[in-house]
């Protein structure tokens, strides 16, 4: 299925492109120390965290708590995952497929 993003454009392309060429995680450190403020970076990872929790159940309470986002950014998350691009439960399937595999192969 392809998806046409709100936001597609030749300049994030190239973007794009340029991130999936990173193999491995400090290549990825690198890049994005680089391309992001410190803030930036850390903003994103938090995000991906509430998704992580929001995906898990968790309430907003524990959220806020252990993540140290706000309600409001919990809440974004919230509304991008059910109701967005997809993108969050895209990654997040793929790593419980992962996990799967994994423990598939630990089990062999």
Do not use: H, P
């Not at 454009?9 to 680089?34: N, P, W």
């Not at 903003?43 to 898990?56: C, F, G, P, S, Y």
């Not at 996990?99 to 089990?107: A, D, G, L, P, W």
Request: proline residues 0%; hydrophobic residues 35%; charged residues 35%.
């Amino acid at each position: 299925m392809t998806y046409n993003s709100r936001l597609k454009s030749e300049i994030l392309d190239r973007l794009f492109e340029a991130i999936l060429l990173l193999e491995t995680k400090e290549e990825c450190y690198r890049f994005f120390e680089d391309i992001c403020t410190i803030g930036e970076i850390k903003t994103i990872a938090q995000r991906w965290e509430v998704a992580k929790m929001l995906d898990q159940n968790q309430t907003y309470t524990d959220i806020v708590e252990k993540s140290g986002a706000s309600t409001a950014t919990v809440s974004r998350v919230k509304r991008c995952l059910f109701f967005g691009a997809d993108g969050y439960r895209l990654v997040l399937n793929r790593l419980q497929e992962r996990k799967v595999e994994t423990r598939e192969n630990e089990t062999e």
